[in-house]
Structures are given as C-alpha cells and as structure tokens.
C-alpha cells in the first residue's frame, strides 16, 4: 500500500492519476494517465494501459493485456477478461483523430471474456455477458449473453428456458401456471382436433386473463433479431405463437424466465411493469400479441436501468 495513499501500486507501474479510489490495487507494467477516473476495490492487472478521458466504477476488475482507450466509460462491478480489446474510432487513420472519440459504456455487472472485441460508441447493457472472442458489433442489451463473431445473442442469464408443454391438459380443460416471475402465467388453451384440422380458442377473461382493446403481430423477423426490449407502465400483454417458434423473456427486475412458445394453443400473460423480450424466432414465426391498451409511446419504457429503478431495484453508479 502506498504510504500517503490509500490505494496500492506496484513498484514497476506507472499511475500519474490522483483519482484512484480506496484499496485499488494496481499491478506491474500498467499505466494509469493523469486523467483517469478508477473508483473503489479495483483490480488492475499486469500490462494494462488507462487512457485519459476513461471513467472505471468500483469493484471492477481489469484482467493482463487490456487497453482502455479515450471515451471508454466502465460502471461498478465489470469484469474484464484478459486481453479484451476497445476501439473508439470507426476508421481510423494514422496521424487523424476525430473531434470526439466514440463513447463506449459498459454497464454495471457486465462480463467481458478473454479476447472478445468490443466496436465503438457502443452500449453493453447491465449483467450481459460477453463470450471469449467475440466480436461485438452493435449494442447489446441489459442480460443478454452473446456469443461469436458477429456476436450474437443465444440466450438471457439467469433465464433457463420453460416450455410450455410442461403443463399438460387434461381432455379440454385450460390451464394455468404460476411462474418465478411477478404476476406472469404460462396459459394452455382448450385445443379441439379431428380429421377436419385442429382448433385452439381461449375466452377472453377467462383463459386469458383480461379483455384486449388491440392486437398485433409479429412476423418475418430474422433470426438474429430481438423484439420488445421494454416494459409497459400499464398496458398488460398475452402472446400466442400461431405458428412457428419464440421465446420469450419475462422478467420483473429481481427474477428472470425463459419461456418457448410452439403451440397455438399455448400462451404467456405479461402484466404491466414487466420486462420483455422476445428472440429466436424461427423463420415461420408469428406472434400474436392482444394488449390491455391503445398504443401510447409513453406508456413504454425502454432503458432497463429505470425498469429496475421503478420497480425498487435500483442500481448504483459512480459518485
């Protein structure tokens, strides 16, 4: 530990920053400039390099072999794998520098694996989880675990998939099941079938637990592609995959599930103040989705961070 300051350095680093915050510890051969920002309990490995304008949270921990460029923002509690690599210029040129690096943020809880490559002015959302090597090429939303080059998204932490054909139904009768997640229920709908076709209907009230004023649907939407990604202050939702395959993600800022619709006469209630997302959408897909509501732009609400802040689940950030 330094005698006149409260954080630790290593004898063969170089830290020209004074805003080092209490018990980081800061390993051989990294470097620190003078305008960086690192907070509290920080881990910063052998053969790190800090740029100025750079703003590290608390508890985040930098793994061997990174370099955190200008415009680059980490939040409390990152992890960040050994030689993970930021860019913070689109096209870069030797000798020409743009007026304003691209901002990057990295939000609280994230993991990035080794060797994974993050593209600038980009937005990893809160808990994502990065694979190793993978390159991130668009922002990448609050959970979401990705894999590969071009990243892609291949399922939610915490989130282990449900399927609906756990509840089975007795000769015509509905059902209904409870999951972990707030006020959210996995529907089953009478289903009629003989050499005519088949034929599902649920009562509206009943069956599915309230009265519709709108209905969409979802339909042509590429695989790698992800809907919702917002919740609802008070308009209620029940989706219904007439054909195909989605999943949906249900989560009500403290539980998360995964739920796999494949069956028209399957459906999941989504009650207002939950968190929605729907991905992995076979080729054939379509969702329909009967909402509580007339469409109302404000009603959405689309940052996660507020999601979890209105629902009592706020998160901290650097003082």
């Known amino acids: 530990m330094n005698s006149t300051k409260n954080f630790f350095v290593h004898n063969q ?20 400039l003078p305008g960086a920002r690192v907070g509290n309990d920080c881990n910063v490995c052998d053969h790190v390099f ?19 460029w200008d415009g680059i923002i980490i939040e409390d509690d990152v992890f960040i794998g050994p030689n993970v690599t930021f860019t913070n ?17 990295i939000r609280k809880g994230a993991s990035l694996g080794a060797n994974s490559t993050i593209l600038p002015g980009l937005t990893i959302g809160t808990n994502a989880m990065i694979g190793a090597g993978a390159v991130v090429t668009r922002s990448i939303p609050a959970n979401a675990i990705v894999v590969g080059n071009p990243a892609k998204i291949i399922g939610y932490v915490d989130a282990r998939p449900v399927r609906n054909e756990q509840i ?30 088949s034929l599902s209907v649920g009562n509206f009230g009943h069956a599915i637990p309230f009265k519709p004023v709108r209905y969409f649907m979802v339909y042509d939407v590429p695989t790698a592609q992800i809907r919702g990604e917002h919740a609802h202050r008070i308009c209620h939702q029940f989706m219904v995959a007439v054909k195909g ?12 599930q995964e739920f796999i619709l494949d069956e028209p006469s399957q459906g999941v209630y989504l009650p207002a103040m939950t968190w929605g997302i729907q991905y992995r959408y076979s080729p054939d897909a379509i969702l329909m989705v009967f ?29």
């Open 291 to 319: 909402a509580s509501h007339h469409y109302d732009a404000t009603d959405y609400i689309r940052d996660y961070d507020e999601f979890r802040m209105l629902t009592g689940c706020s998160r901290n950030t650097l003082p």
């Open 50 to 68: 800090i740029e100025n304008d750079v703003q590290i949270g608390h508890r985040v921990t930098v793994k061997c072999g990174v370099q955190v």
């Open 168 to 197: 089975t139904v007795a000769g015509k009768v509905s059902m209904q099941l409870e999951t972990m997640v707030k006020g959210v229920t996995l529907h089953t709908m009478k289903k009629f079938a003989d050499i005519r076709g």
């Open 245 to 256: 395959l989605v999943h949906v993600v249900a989560d009500d800022g403290i539980n998360r």
């Open 89 to 105: 210029d689109p096209f870069p040129r030797s000798k020409i520098y743009p007026q304003q690096f691209a901002r990057t943020v």
């Open 13 to 32: 680093a170089i830290c020209e920053s004074e805003d080092i915050g209490k018990n980081t510890r800061i390993w051989a051969f990294a470097h620190i």
